[in-house]
């Protein structure tokens, strides 16, 4: 049993590896909490992992690793992202201060790509592109509405939801 939880154990560290170094030493603890596959109308977008430095997604910083499977241009992931915001409770003026603020931090992403948004509750968020800062928006509500298109109980993929949020103590 010692054996196995000491696999296990250099596994998740492991996983941590992937995240970038930035966000590793910036907080301790991370660990994968869980992750799952989004699909749209049969076409696989991309895998998402939700990894969590503390106990409690809610309280504690979070990173959501999105890593493609297609080529999908800014201008969608922008607008899919303010749609989705908006279907979640953000007004109009929200909407508008945040859609240059997620122009800067996205690229056009190809196949293979990863962006990383890093949660930071009460502060806001920071992004990555492959590995590397692509920027920080310093808004509390921007960072709690965009998590929410995944994390919120109305997100519009409940079996997603519910593979990121699985435990990794199955609790």
């Known amino acids: 049993m010692k054996k196995l939880i000491a696999i ?9 590896h992937a995240l970038p170094d930035a966000v590793r030493k910036g ?4 660990r994968q909490w869980g992750s799952g596959e989004m699909s749209w109308f049969g076409f696989s977008l991309y895998r998402a992992t939700l990894w969590v430095a503390g106990n409690a997604v809610e309280t504690s910083p979070s990173a959501l690793q999105l890593d493609y499977l297609r080529d999908i241009p800014r201008d969608r992931l ?6 989705e915001m908006s279907r ?3 007004d109009a003026p929200q909407l ?18 990863t962006i990383i948004g890093v949660h930071y ?3 806001g968020a ?7 800062p692509s920027g920080e928006v310093a808004d509390p509500e921007f960072a709690r509405r965009f998590f929410g298109i995944w994390l919120d109980t109305a ?4 079996a997603l939801r519910t593979a990121l949020l699985k435990r990794p103590d199955g609790g």
């Open 8 to 16: 296990a154990l250099l596994c998740c560290a492991a996983l941590a």
């Open 155 to 158: 997100s519009r993929s409940p």
């Open 27 to 30: 907080e301790a603890g991370w």
């Open 126 to 132: 920071q992004f990555y592109y492959q590995g590397k």
């Open 121 to 123: 509750p009460g502060r």
């Open 96 to 113: 508008q201060r945040w859609e240059p603020e997620l122009r800067r931090v996205f690229p056009d992403v190809k196949e293979g790509d």
């Open 88 to 90: 979640l409770g953000a």
């Open 78 to 83: 922008v607008q899919v992202s303010l749609d």
